[in-house]
Structure formats: C-alpha cells, structure tokens
C-alpha cells in the first residue's frame, strides 16, 4: 500500500515539474505586454525628443505622414503613415506598436517576405525610448480616439 502512494506521489511531482517546466518555457516565448503611458510628463518629454531626432523626417513634425501614404510608390513601398488620428497607429494596440518599431513590420507581423521602408529601431533605440515615442505619439491623440485605443489595449475576458 505504501509503494501505491509512493508511485502516485512521485508521478504527481513528476507531472507538476513537467507543467511548470512547459508554463515557463512558453511564458519565455511569449513577449511581455506592453503598455503606453501618455499620462506620464516624463516620458513624455523624452517621448517627444525621440521623435523629433527620429521620427519626423519620415512622419512629419505635426504626425502627418507622407502624401498618399496608402498607396504604394514605384519601388512597391508605402510611405510613412500619419501618426494623427487621421492615420492607423491608434487602431493598433500598444503591444503591436511597440514590435513593429523595434523589429519592423515584416518581423511584427510574422511575414519575412513584407517589405517596408520603415526601419526596425532594435539596435538604434532602447525600450524605453521606444514606450516613450509611443506614448507621446498616443498623447496627442483627441480624447475619443485614445479611448477607443484603450479599448483595443483593455484585457479580454474569458
């Protein structure tokens, strides 16, 4: 009868090991959720001068993106977007955002094959100052379409 429970309480152990062996290997895997922090003064400043160095060759002082920015120029790539509520960054959550300025579109959104003109910033920026372009990017959004980003942001519910 005691081996029974020996050989019970040892598969026990072995099966917790083994699921919190595979808990950490795929929570390894998965990339931390990011969150934008358009409220903060600090990053916000910091935010801005990224941008102002980085950013506003491409998509404009005021966020304006480049002209016809939906439609593809004659080397195939579209140009760079408004970051203003009139272009697409707010209708992307902040994990998302965050990926495709530090890998780049095509690695983002897991396609090799996607060219873009947009560089991926990985070894030009740091994470912080990536969160803090984006969040004063997402600070200069009207109070509408923050919340609906916020919304795309809010965790979902079982």
Not at 120 to 145: C, G, N, Q, R
């Amino acid at each position: 009868m005691q081996r029974r429970y020996a050989v019970v309480a040892l598969s026990v152990a072995l099966m917790l090991a083994i699921g919190v062996s595979v808990v950490v290997k795929t929570s390894a895997l998965r990339p931390a959720t990011v969150r934008l922090l358009p409220n903060d003064a600090k990053v916000l400043a910091r935010g801005e001068t990224v941008y102002r160095n980085r950013c506003t060759a491409c998509h404009g002082q005021q966020l304006e993106g480049q002209p016809e920015w939906r439609t593809r120029g004659a080397d195939g790539l579209l140009p760079a977007p408004p970051h203003d509520e009139t272009g697409h960054t707010w209708h992307h959550a902040d994990d998302l955002l965050f990926r495709i300025t530090k890998y780049g579109v095509g690695a983002a959104i897991n396609d090799v094959t996607y060219k873009s003109s947009m560089p991926a910033f990985e070894s030009t920026l740091s994470d912080d100052e990536i969160v803090a372009v984006l969040s004063w990017i997402k600070s200069t959004w009207p109070a509408s379409v923050r919340a609906h980003n916020d919304e795309i942001n809010a965790p979902t519910k079982p």
